[in-house]
């Protein structure tokens, strides 16, 4: 299925380059990341419904930004900032929201 949609991509748009689904690969990585730091993963359910709440949350920042000013080139270090906040997230809670270099 994922081979067929690249075919039909490719052929769409003419041609075919090696980093066209980079960009999808690193959406869809933090979307399961923000999701599953939202909902959980302790049941099959919560593990189902993490990417679909983590891809809602990720694109509603990736529009928040947008409609701030930020240019789309900044969207990198936006996203990138709010997926290492959201992995830190665990940490910080069981800390009392101290980091310590140890």
Do not use: H, W
């Not at 990341?33 to 679909?52: F, K, M, S």
């Amino acid at each position: 299925m994922c081979a067929l949609a690249g075919a039909l991509l490719a052929q769409n748009q003419a041609f075919a380059d090696v980093g066209m689904g980079f960009g999808i690969l690193v959406n869809g990585m933090a979307s399961v990341i923000v999701g599953e730091q939202i909902i959980g993963r302790a049941t099959l359910g919560r593990q189902l419904l993490a990417p679909v709440v983590g891809a809602v949350v990720y694109y509603q920042i990736v529009s928040l930004a947008l409609a701030v000013g930020l240019q789309p080139s900044d969207l990198k270090l936006v996203t990138g900032v709010f997926v290492l906040v959201m992995l830190a997230a665990p940490m910080l809670a069981k800390s009392g929201g101290r980091l310590s270099m140890q």
